[in-house]
């Protein structure tokens, strides 16, 4: 029980790490598993789990590669650019020979291993694609390509290596054609069934909204059974074609499936990982040997150039990115699960090199993800092929109010795109010399066309509470939820709580519990300004309140680093000296009150002070 706890709270626990780093989580997953298994002797899988080992990653590898297949559209691939559709075709097939070649000359493994080698690690994958793009934040065009062709050459290359795995499995029969012909059929069959059925349940309401998840786990679980067990090794295929089906299918609910199973698969492969990375043994990568580095060098230097200059042939990118493109290719998820699955069936039927291929896996696995993360950005500014910082502002709503804040964030050299549906309101904020988006932020047109280069925050502003709640869902993943922030309108303000959408919809409230839109707008149109101060160590924050009295609102603060922090309901926020401090100044009339009040108490509280001193 304490290794199972132990398992499990580290997988989770590097799933953060990897978000605080901006780092594939594989990595700190393979190390630590790494760490607690051949390095310390904690986790010892095959003892703890005894025959149920296989069981469970056959399941579990079905289950993500059944989640990876969902997100493939197959009318996204057609409206593809050409260089993608050339990378994830021939591209990946010539990547796969390069690599299967040189295993075969450098390791020693026979032909059918070595192009089971290739296929599994020709996959990218967008579980390390994402994270490093995160970082090295390369510019749109080349984002997309990597970022496109990691979603696609998932299942696809998963596929291929079932493919591959399938006709080595089929020649331990003298039959076999015959025996990876039944492989296709029945595991295509199965797949193409089971779809059909989900999905026919599913349009016609025949399951209740609560059963939707677990319906399709427990379904995708017995396809993949009861394939493998009408023909061996079927199963993988039968669940990767139900996820294609379904995942292009009209009119099925899918959504909430495949946030389930998104969850499910981020579990499952925090655990997966761990285990199967105790299970390597050292004394493999001796057996390996220098070959293993050859390979290694042939991934990086010669196959993913020799693929990227193949499929770019005739494109218009510039040498300069098509080295970028050449060098940042790490292996992840798919590559390291299904090659100690197909191991362990492997080693039983007694293949030779068997033993080798999770190792040699590994090695190109940590070995990709270490090297690109570390050198990808460096290499990134200096082919002058990346983004500047996401240091702007995406502001929903070309209101007064919204227009404003653009202008103040603006004139501090941030970057700010305004949306709205409003024409009007559109055309005034550009004729302020404001960027803008005519459209709807949370539209599929606004996912292709707004161009968020250098956008890391949101501030949903308009005066519709729904659109700035559904605004601020949409991007709590692009920006993360620290940086989706919202303004209270009038409406919400003492609002029933039944009436009044919930924080984590609407994100954290812009600049005050008792600021609203309204409020900001009669303010601005009563004569307020917004201005920035540079507070010093004999004029502090405090000092700077106690000038402007209860009608400052401040709103937002430069560190000394230059870095924007924002005023919000719950953030602690104390400016220091040196910062620069942002408000909403209140009107010339109210600052005059304020200071006069000043004046008449200092005064009285002087005269209190003569009239007590002694004589």
Same mark, same amino acid.
């Given at each position: 029980?304490?290794?199972?706890?132990?398992?499990?709270?580290?997988?989770?626990?590097?799933?953060?790490?990897?978000?605080?780093?901006?780092?594939?989580?594989?990595?700190?997953?393979?190390?630590?598993?790494?760490?607690?298994?051949?390095?310390?002797?904690?986790?010892?899988?095959?003892?703890?789990?005894?025959?149920?080992?296989?069981?469970?990653?056959?399941?579990?590898?079905?289950?993500?590669?059944?989640?990876?297949?969902?997100?493939?559209?197959?009318?996204?691939?057609?409206?593809?650019?050409?260089?993608?559709?050339?990378?994830?075709?021939?591209?990946?097939?010539?990547?796969?020979?390069?690599?299967?070649?040189?295993?075969?000359?450098?390791?020693?493994?026979?032909?059918?291993?070595?192009?089971?080698?290739?296929?599994?690690?020709?996959?990218?994958?967008?579980?390390?694609?994402?994270?490093?793009?995160?970082?090295?934040?390369?510019?749109?065009?080349?984002?997309?390509?990597?970022?496109?062709?990691?979603?696609?050459?998932?299942?696809?290359?998963?596929?291929?290596?079932?493919?591959?795995?399938?006709?080595?499995?089929?020649?331990?029969?003298?039959?076999?054609?015959?025996?990876?012909?039944?492989?296709?059929?029945?595991?295509?069959?199965?797949?193409?069934?089971?779809?059909?059925?989900?999905?026919?349940?599913?349009?016609?309401?025949?399951?209740?909204?609560?059963?939707?998840?677990?319906?399709?786990?427990?379904?995708?679980?017995?396809?993949?059974?009861?394939?493998?067990?009408?023909?061996?090794?079927?199963?993988?295929?039968?669940?990767?074609?139900?996820?294609?089906?379904?995942?292009?299918?009209?009119?099925?609910?899918?959504?909430?499936?495949?946030?389930?199973?998104?969850?499910?698969? =981020? %579990?499952? $492969?925090?655990?997966?990982?761990? /285990? *199967? @990375?105790?299970?390597?043994?050292? !004394? +493999?990568?001796?057996?390996?040997?220098?070959?293993?580095?050859?390979?290694?060098?042939? =991934? %990086?230097? $010669?196959?993913?150039?020799?693929? /990227? *200059? @193949?499929?770019?042939?005739?494109? !218009? +990118?510039?040498?300069?990115?098509?080295?970028?493109?050449?060098?940042?290719?790490?292996?992840?998820?798919?590559?390291?699960?299904?090659?100690?699955?197909? @191991?362990?069936?492997?080693?039983?039927?007694?293949?030779?090199?068997?033993?080798?291929?999770?190792?040699?896996?590994?090695?190109?696995?940590?070995?990709?993800?270490?090297?690109?993360?570390?050198? @990808?950005?460096?290499?990134?500014?200096?082919?002058?092929?990346?983004?500047?910082?996401?240091?702007?502002?995406?502001?929903?709503?070309?209101?007064?109010?919204?227009?404003?804040i653009a202008k103040a964030l603006t004139e501090k050299r941030f970057r700010v795109v305004i949306a709205d549906t409003y024409w009007e309101d559109v055309r005034t904020a550009r004729m302020e010399g404001l960027a803008t988006y005519y459209g709807n932020v949370v539209s599929e047109h606004a996912d292709r066309h707004l161009d968020l280069v250098g956008i890391g925050r949101l501030f949903a502003m308009s005066r519709r509470p729904a659109l700035n709640a559904l605004a601020c869902t949409r991007y709590k993943n692009e920006f993360g939820a620290n940086n989706v922030y919202s303004l209270q309108t009038a409406e919400e303000k003492g609002a029933p709580e039944k009436q009044v959408i919930a924080t984590h919809f609407a994100g954290a409230r812009l600049f005050g519990e008792n600021v609203t839109h309204?409020?900001?707008?009669?303010?601005?149109?009563?004569?307020?300004?917004?201005?920035?101060?540079?507070?010093?160590?004999?004029?502090?924050?405090?000092?700077?309140?106690?000038?402007?009295?209860?009608?400052?609102?401040?709103?937002?603060?430069?560190?000394?680093?230059?870095?924007?922090?924002?005023?919000?309901?719950?953030?602690?926020?104390?400016?220091?000296?040196?910062?620069?401090?942002?408000?909403?100044?209140?009107?010339?009339?109210?600052?005059?009150?304020?200071?006069?009040?000043?004046?008449?108490?200092?005064?009285?509280?002087?005269?209190?002070?003569?009239?007590?001193?002694?004589?």
């Open positions: 029980m304490i290794t199972l706890a132990v398992i499990v709270v580290v997988g989770i626990g590097c799933q953060w790490l990897a978000w605080w780093f901006k780092l594939p989580a594989i990595l700190f997953l393979l190390l630590s598993g790494l760490f607690l298994g051949p390095v310390t002797g904690f986790i010892q899988p095959d003892k703890l789990f005894g025959a149920m080992l296989f069981p469970m990653v056959s399941l579990g590898v079905a289950l993500i590669l059944f989640e990876g297949s969902l997100t493939l559209r197959l009318s996204e691939i057609k409206g593809l650019g050409r260089v993608v559709r050339n990378l994830v075709t021939f591209g990946a097939v010539l990547n796969a020979v390069i690599i299967a070649a040189a295993t075969h000359w450098f390791v020693g493994f026979s032909w059918q291993m070595a192009f089971l080698f290739g296929a599994l690690v020709s996959v990218t994958g967008p579980t390390v694609i994402v994270p490093l793009l995160r970082t090295v934040r390369p510019i749109s065009s080349l984002a997309n390509i990597l970022r496109w062709e990691g979603i696609i050459i998932d299942p696809l290359g998963a596929l291929m290596a079932v493919l591959v795995f399938e006709f080595i499995v089929s020649g331990q029969d003298h039959q076999e054609l015959l025996v990876f012909g039944k492989m296709l059929l029945i595991g295509g069959a199965a797949g193409a069934a089971a779809a059909y059925g989900l999905a026919t349940v599913l349009r016609r309401h025949l399951l209740p909204e609560y059963l939707h998840n677990v319906t399709t786990l427990a379904l995708v679980v017995g396809v993949f059974t009861g394939a493998d067990f009408l023909q061996h090794e079927s199963g993988l295929l039968a669940v990767t074609v139900m996820g294609m089906m379904l995942g292009n299918m009209k009119n099925v609910p899918m959504e909430d499936i495949l946030d389930f199973k998104e969850s499910l698969s =981020v %579990l499952l $492969i925090s655990l997966l990982f761990i /285990v *199967l @990375a105790a299970r390597v043994d050292f !004394k +493999l990568f001796a057996d390996v040997g220098w070959g293993a580095a050859l390979v290694f060098f042939v =991934v %990086l230097f $010669i196959a993913r150039p020799a693929m /990227v *200059l @193949a499929s770019t042939l005739g494109s !218009k +990118l510039k040498w300069r990115e098509r080295v970028l493109l050449s060098w940042v290719a790490p292996r992840g998820i798919v590559a390291a699960a299904v090659s100690a699955l197909f @191991a362990l069936r492997l080693q039983d039927l007694g293949f030779a090199g068997a033993d080798l291929l999770v190792p040699l896996t590994f090695m190109v696995i940590i070995g990709t993800v270490v090297v690109q993360s570390a050198t @990808a950005r460096p290499l990134a500014n200096r082919l002058k092929v990346s983004e500047p910082e996401p240091r702007g502002v995406l502001i929903v709503g070309a209101n007064p109010v919204s227009r404003a309204t409020k900001l707008a009669s303010l601005i149109g009563q004569g307020a300004e917004i201005r920035g101060t540079q507070l010093t160590e004999t004029f502090d924050y405090a000092s700077y309140c106690e000038k402007y009295g209860k009608g400052l609102i401040p709103l937002f603060a430069l560190d000394g680093r230059g870095e924007l922090r924002v005023f919000y309901v719950g953030g602690e926020l104390e400016p220091a000296p040196g910062w620069t401090v942002v408000s909403l100044l209140p009107p010339e009339g109210e600052k005059r009150e304020h200071n006069s009040h000043k004046e008449t108490a200092a005064s009285e509280s002087g005269a209190e002070a003569t009239d007590s001193a002694p004589a």
